[in-house]
């Protein structure tokens, strides 16, 4: 269809160039010269308006976000939370959240609580999707996050099509991306399964295998408050996070922020959002099972990540990337 509509207003703006430039046909040229020159004219017009309706370049954003990466390897973690959050607004219920609406570049929902420090990445992205108009902000913030985690040695499957929201009208309530603490520990188990994951369709298997996303990246008190790296590997992602949550003796960090727990060294913590894993039965049992298997959490966290990274979307198509 693009094509067919470039075709005619090529062929329109050929008859608009000719009368305008005056163009004459005398008997003895040939009407195949004057197309020609009329065309070349044309084209020069027709030239600058055509990347805004050329097909999106996905892999060339990919490699530009994994220069960014190679440049900065810290920001893949951020890449992938970015990815995490616009699509984890989903409610199976009403229909609305997740990553279909690029939601998260308005101001109103990254000043949501669990956003906190994200507007830098969202800012950082805005060179690529300048450079690749074609693509969609919510195509861009998700691709951004299965290119961290192939990056981060996990190569997750992706499809495009994802259509931006116009207006902040789309942005959910604040609220709906997990709590890293609500107080007890029976409030942050039920907070996270019924209010958050639940809510967007995910069984207790498929809540552990997302938590391992903790195996990247850490917490910054300018941001969460919290503080520190989950793992001793923060830019790769394996089962290490789930061997230190079962093995390693956590406990409670004496310092003037929110409460966290820390390994005996003091250099990795957990949030009481993590330790609640361990201390519920259901959850307990698939990190024990990820915890003695990284190729199946690799598997079980793929197929997880993937339908999340789709919440709230329709017609998404497979590309190359």
């Known amino acids: 269809l693009i094509v067919f509509v470039m075709m005619l207003m090529g062929s329109m703006l050929c008859a608009l160039v000719a009368m305008a430039s005056g163009l004459r046909v005398p008997a003895s040229t040939a009407r195949r010269e004057v197309v020609t020159r009329a065309a070349a004219m044309a084209g020069a017009l027709v030239s600058p308006i055509w990347p805004a309706f050329a097909a999106p370049d996905y892999a060339g954003a990919k490699n530009e976000l994994m220069d960014l990466i190679k440049a900065d390897d810290q920001l893949g973690p951020t890449m ?3 990815a995490w959050h616009s699509s984890g607004t989903y409610d199976k219920m009403s229909k609305t959240g997740g990553s ?3 939601t998260i570049r308005f101001k109103e929902e990254l000043a949501h609580g669990g956003n906190a420090g994200l507007d830098k990445m969202v800012a950082a992205l805005e060179p690529i999707k300048s450079a690749h108009p074609g693509i969609s902000y919510a195509d861009l913030y998700t691709l951004a996050g299965v290119t961290a985690l192939e990056a981060a040695g996990l190569k997750v499957p992706w499809k495009a099509g994802r259509i931006d929201a116009l207006t902040p009208d789309a942005v ?8 890293a603490d609500k107080g007890s520990p029976s409030d942050t188990i039920k907070a996270l399964r019924t209010d958050v994951f639940y809510r967007m369709g995910f069984n207790d298997q498929e809540i552990v295998a997302l938590s391992g996303a ?5 917490c910054h008190p300018d941001a969460s408050g919290y503080s520190g790296p989950w793992t001793q590997t923060p830019t790769l992602l394996t089962n290490a996070y789930f061997g230190a949550l079962l093995y390693v003796p956590w406990t409670l960090k004496e310092w003037e922020g929110p409460m966290q727990f820390e390994d005996p060294s003091g250099k990795l ?3 009481p959002s993590d330790i609640a894993l361990i ?3 259901k959850w307990r049992k698939y990190v024990a099972m990820y915890a003695k298997d990284e190729k199946l959490f690799k598997a079980d966290f793929s197929a997880a990540v993937v339908k999340l990274f789709e919440l709230g979307t329709k017609n ?6």
Do not use: E, F, S, W
Request: hydrophobic share 40%.
């Open 100 to 102: 279909g609406g690029g």
């Open 172 to 179: 959910t309530p604040d609220g709906r991306l997990p709590a």
């Open 214 to 218: 903790h195996a990247l990246g850490r």
């Open 316 to 321: 998404l198509k497979a590309v190359d990337i």
């Open 80 to 82: 992938v939370r970015l």
């Open 279 to 281: 201390q519920d039965k």
């Open 269 to 271: 913590m957990m949030l």
